[in-house]
């Protein structure tokens, strides 16, 4: 991985206002799926943030670990009612080793395209495969990739509207190391906010092959968390890879 990559940088620039960012989400789909695919076992999220899935879990009486980047996030999940509960290491989720093993390892809202290259995220791949018991699950969150939405290599567009909140994003793409660069614009009645982030993104194929180098196979792939079938106009999908049971 390269040495210039900062785990910790989205999560300074976003932490004080994350959970504000995120209220659209499917949040309540999310945990439902992400129970049932438990069972009764214990689950570890990478990039577990503010704990928008780690907390409803464990109040489903789960067994929950994370492992995030970003101190300034888990400060956050620790102020709130159960968060303090829950343990947490701060490291890079490619690398960064936890104790036990998990029936569920949980990598959601495109959080593996943070990752800054292929070995980075095959690296991440390994390390699920690395914390899950024999039979456990690996499921991974993110948008299907799709070149042709941008013009000239750039595109702008409006993310969600409201009387009170107006969300952009700008987008630049670098095919040839299938990168691309964002800055969300954030306008509210307190000002502008400028939130930028990095993508290294990759086709559900190349996942699905990471996933055979670290010994797991594909279980489920789907457009959504309520289970809608993938197919050619789906633009994202929550895939499930398993660990063979021996």
Request: net charge negative; with cysteine; charged share 25%.
């Amino acid at each position: 991985m390269s040495p210039a990559f900062d785990a910790s940088a989205y999560g300074r620039s976003i932490a004080d206002i994350y959970d504000a960012t995120v209220t659209d989400l499917p949040t309540e789909a999310t945990v439902e799926r992400l129970a049932l695919l438990a069972g009764d076992g214990p689950v570890l999220e990478f990039g577990i943030g503010t704990g928008r899935l780690a907390l409803p879990l464990a109040a489903r009486g789960l067994t929950v670990a994370g492992i995030d980047g970003s101190a300034d996030m888990v400060e956050i999940l620790r102020s709130k009612p159960g968060g303090e509960r829950i343990p947490v290491s701060v490291g890079d989720f490619a690398t960064t080793k936890v104790e036990g093993r998990f029936s569920l390892v949980a990598l959601t809202t495109n959080t593996i395209f943070a990752l800054p290259s292929q070995d980075a995220q095959v690296d991440c791949f390994r390390n699920a495969a690395d914390h899950l018991l024999p039979g456990g699950r690996f499921v991974v969150e993110t948008w299907v990739p799709d070149p042709a939405a941008f013009r000239d290599g750039s595109a702008l567009r409006l993310l969600s509207m409201s009387e009170d909140t107006v969300l952009a994003e700008a987008a630049r793409l670098s095919p040839a190391e299938q990168f691309m660069h964002t800055t969300k614009v954030r306008l509210t009645a307190e000002g502008v906010r400028l939130l930028p982030a990095n993508h290294r993104y990759a086709w559900p194929a190349e996942l699905d092959l990471m996933a055979r180098l670290a010994g797991m196979e594909r279980e489920h792939r789907w457009s959504d968390w309520n289970g809608s079938a993938f197919g050619d106009d789906s633009r994202a999908h929550v895939t499930v890879y398993r660990l063979p049971q021996d």
